[in-house]
């Protein structure tokens, strides 16, 4: 049984949905896939991994959510957890948020909505080799 | 080449002098020149004057030598008659005496030596002349007396009589001489003035103009700026509009390329199933699965996540009690199938050696449906926000009214806005029956737009935006409050102001509210451009409580 979990963040249910079952698809039983509908969520997730004994390896976070975006979450995990891959999906991007990312949040890609299934697959298999 | 150099080394300072004469001259130069050359001309005319006087002066005394002259004369005559010099004309004599050594001494200050030596000579002789006689008069000896009269006396009067005479001519004629100078000299002065005046408001009038052609130029390029500006703020309006429609599109598409890609890989897989789906399961299992299937196809709202998490775990608890293997796995498959209540049916199905490759086929069968619904609602939705920037980008080219609703000019600006205003902020649409009004829709929207903006910005970490539309004074009031901080009093008298904005540096133009009160102004048919609206467009503000309202003329 996987104790490694890939965690999704969206506002968005269905882009939630497609996103789990791709990576589901992608990567089979290797790892835990969750998600979050909110970065408070996300952090709710973040807690019950810890007391599972689970290790997020990578956060896919969107940008545009409800009262903390995107940028801020993956700056506040990297500060927490520097190990975690940072990964952004965003149907809006925001030059000065995915730059702000990418320096204090050690960002490893931005992809942008609508992404490919290839390029998810391969950012997610180079950031965990 | 040396030849070329110095014609040109030559005709330099001559291209410099000419250019300097050419040049007008500044007024203060001009100044400077008519102030001494009045200064000049005014001496020159004081010391004329001066002049005409001293000559209208010599020849009065000239006339009173003569007469002085020509009385001593009479005198000798007198004593000559008389025989005898009596006290009487003792007397006069000597009061000649005094007169004429008064009068010839003034002159002799006042004339110029040279020309009055003459005089002064002729002078001498006769008065010699005279005293001879008188003295031969007063010895009682008139007869020689008469003789010395007619041999030298009578001479020498006609003679200094002349000199007098021609003296007085030339002194006339210096004075109207010297007059004539000083009346050219104050003519020329006047007409040098005049120039001077000329030369001034010439100057003045240059001056002028320069100016006036510097301010209708600077005039022409604010005009310019003003509309670069007011077409900037379109353009970022435009921004903010694309921001959000690419985020409201790309969101769905995102959701539809996943979903077709998931379909295909779940209906492979089922493909690669279902020839060994009869020697893997019982008739019993295969009843179950069926059930399991039937149950995920039906259509179910979309669950809320972290619900379904907690249930989640509650499922794979169960499980686990029941000694299912990959309790997680399945648990997780079961929640994203939906199904997850009255899960009894399932137990022999999933204690079964084939367990986790049943549900595996059954989630691959029902994914591809709920994928398919997926695709659809993602669908509607980006034909939604197509439609609404169809509206939105309604621009009247025409520059005709149109017949309009105002509630739909407003929906079609909160659906642009949808993907900021749905997240933390909660909408109160508050909407009347009201009449459909003459306006400019694009105009309008673009209005909407700046409210619904500013309203979000107010309210960065949520609160509610209430839309109200009503009927109100003949004409359509429409207001959108929020629930922001608030503008304090003193920004409140100039948000309406252009260029005003207490947005950081670049990100608000600070002609949001300026054009919106323009525009909301402007609406009214008139067929003057400034009152195409008429109508109003206020505010009212406290901390939680900004409102801004519309009203329309009917």
């Known amino acids: 049984m996987s104790n490694a979990a890939i965690l999704c963040v969206d506002d968005e249910v269905p882009i939630l949905k497609v996103l789990k079952e791709q990576l589901k698809r992608?990567?089979?039983?290797?790892?835990?896939?969750?998600?979050?509908?909110?970065?408070?969520?996300?952090?709710?997730?973040?807690?019950?991994?810890?007391?599972?004994?689970?290790?997020?390896?990578?956060?896919?976070?969107?940008?545009?959510?409800?009262?903390?975006?995107?940028?801020?979450?993956?700056?506040?995990?990297?500060?927490?957890?520097p190990e975690v891959v940072t990964v952004m999906l965003t149907g809006q991007a925001d030059e000065g948020a995915i730059d702000r990312a990418k320096q204090q949040a050690n960002l490893y890609a931005c992809l942008r909505k609508p992404w490919r299934e290839e390029e998810l697959q391969q950012v997610i298999r180079s950031a965990l080799n | 080449m040396s030849t070329y150099s110095d014609a040109q080394a030559a005709a330099i300072p001559n291209l410099w002098l000419s250019r300097k004469l050419l040049r007008p001259l500044s007024s203060q130069s001009i100044l400077v020149i008519s102030v001494g050359v009045a200064i000049a001309t005014a001496s020159a005319i004081y010391f004329l004057n001066q002049m005409a006087e001293r000559s209208s002066y010599t020849r009065l005394l000239l006339t009173?030598?003569?007469?002085?002259?020509?009385?001593?004369?009479?005198?000798?005559?007198?004593?000559?008659?008389?025989?005898?010099?009596?006290?009487?004309?003792?007397?006069?004599?000597?009061?000649?005496?005094?007169?004429?050594?008064?009068?010839?001494?003034?002159?002799?200050?006042?004339?110029?030596?040279?020309?009055?030596?003459?005089?002064?000579?002729?002078?001498?002789?006769?008065?010699?002349?005279?005293?001879?006689?008188?003295?031969?008069?007063?010895?009682?000896?008139?007869?020689?007396?008469?003789?010395?009269?007619?041999?030298?006396?009578?001479?020498?009067?006609?003679?200094?009589?002349?000199?007098?005479?021609?003296?007085?001519?030339?002194?006339?004629?210096?004075?109207?001489?010297?007059?004539?100078?000083?009346?050219?000299?104050t003519a020329l002065s006047l007409l040098l003035a005049a120039l001077v005046i000329t030369a001034l408001f010439r100057q003045f009038n240059h001056n002028l103009q320069r100016k006036n052609q510097e301010l209708e130029a600077a005039l022409q390029e604010l005009q310019q700026a003003q509309n670069h500006l007011i077409q900037q703020e379109k353009m970022a309006t435009l921004g903010q509009v694309t921001a959000g429609?690419?985020?409201?599109?790309?969101?769905?598409?995102?959701?539809?390329?996943?979903?077709?890609?998931?379909?295909?890989?779940?209906?492979?897989?089922?493909?690669?199933?279902?020839?060994?789906?009869?020697?893997?399961?019982?008739?019993?299992?295969?009843?179950?699965?069926?059930?399991?299937?039937?149950?995920?196809?039906?259509?179910?709202?979309?669950?809320?996540?972290?619900?379904?998490?907690?249930?989640k775990r509650k499922i794979m608890a169960d499980l686990k009690e029941q000694g299912i293997s990959d309790a997680r796995d399945a648990a997780d498959l079961l929640i994203d199938m939906g199904?997850?209540?009255?899960?009894?049916?399932?137990?022999?199905?999933?204690?079964?050696?084939?367990?986790?490759?049943?549900?595996?086929?059954?989630?691959?069968?029902?994914?591809?449906?709920?994928?398919?619904?997926?695709?659809?609602?993602?669908?509607?939705?980006?034909?939604?926000?197509?439609?609404?920037?169809?509206?939105?980008s309604h621009f009247d080219h025409s520059g005709q009214k149109q017949r309009m609703n105002v509630v739909d000019s407003l929906e079609t600006t909160i659906a642009?806005?949808?993907?900021?205003?749905?997240?933390?902020?909660?909408?109160?649409?508050?909407?009347?029956?009201?009449?459909?009004?003459?306006?400019?829709?694009?105009?309008?929207?673009?209005?909407?737009?700046?409210?619904?903006?500013?309203?979000?910005?107010?309210?960065?970490?949520?609160?509610?935006?209430?839309?109200?539309?009503?009927?109100?004074?003949?004409?359509?009031?429409?207001?959108?409050?929020?629930?922001?901080?608030?503008?304090?009093?003193?920004?409140?008298?100039?948000?309406?102001?252009?260029?005003?904005?207490?947005?950081?540096?670049g990100e608000g133009s600070g002609l949001g509210l300026h054009i919106s009160q323009k525009i909301i102004e402007r609406h009214q048919g008139r067929l003057t451009i400034i009152e195409r609206h008429q109508g109003r467009l206020t505010v009212f503000s406290q901390p939680g409580h900004t409102q801004f309202g519309v009203w329309l003329p009917i």
């Open chain 2, 416 to 505: 642009i806005y949808n993907s900021q205003l749905k997240r933390n902020i909660d909408i109160i649409r508050e909407y009347q029956d009201i009449p459909t009004l003459l306006g400019y829709p694009d105009e309008l929207i673009q209005v909407w737009t700046n409210l619904i903006h500013n309203a979000i910005q107010a309210m960065p970490s949520g609160g509610t935006l209430t839309l109200a539309v009503g009927q109100k004074d003949e004409g359509i009031e429409v207001t959108v409050t929020d629930t922001g901080e608030g503008i304090p009093a003193d920004v409140q008298q100039r948000i309406f102001d252009a260029f005003f904005t207490t947005k950081p540096t």
């Open chain 2, 339 to 392: 199904v997850y209540e009255q899960l009894e049916f399932l137990l022999p199905l999933l204690k079964g050696e084939q367990g986790n490759w049943a549900l595996q086929l059954a989630y691959n069968l029902s994914c591809s449906f709920s994928a398919n619904q997926m695709i659809l609602n993602a669908v509607e939705r980006s034909a939604k926000i197509v439609f609404s920037l169809k509206n939105y």
């Open chain 2, 245 to 311: 429609v690419a985020h409201e599109i790309n969101n769905p598409l995102g959701v539809i390329r996943a979903s077709a890609n998931n379909t295909n890989r779940a209906l492979q897989d089922v493909l690669a199933a279902l020839p060994t789906f009869h020697q893997r399961l019982t008739p019993e299992e295969q009843e179950s699965f069926f059930e399991l299937v039937t149950r995920a196809l039906k259509p179910r709202p979309l669950e809320i996540l972290q619900e379904s998490r907690s249930l």
């Open chain 2, 64 to 185: 009173q030598v003569k007469e002085q002259v020509s009385r001593l004369n009479a005198l000798e005559w007198e004593g000559i008659a008389k025989g005898e010099i009596d006290q009487n004309l003792t007397e006069e004599l000597a009061e000649n005496q005094q007169s004429s050594d008064a009068v010839l001494s003034q002159l002799r200050q006042v004339g110029g030596a040279d020309s009055l030596r003459n005089l002064f000579l002729l002078y001498a002789e006769y008065k010699k002349e005279i005293d001879e006689a008188l003295n031969l008069v007063a010895q009682g000896q008139a007869e020689e007396a008469i003789s010395i009269d007619v041999e030298g006396i009578d001479e020498l009067y006609d003679e200094l009589y002349a000199e007098i005479a021609g003296l007085e001519q030339v002194y006339v004629g210096q004075q109207q001489q010297t007059r004539w100078l000083s009346d050219f000299g």
């Open chain 1, 26 to 81: 992608s990567f089979g039983n290797q790892y835990i896939y969750e998600v979050a509908q909110s970065v408070e969520e996300a952090w709710l997730v973040i807690e019950e991994m810890e007391q599972d004994e689970v290790k997020i390896l990578v956060i896919v976070s969107d940008w545009l959510m409800p009262n903390v975006r995107g940028d801020q979450f993956l700056i506040q995990v990297h500060e927490r957890f």
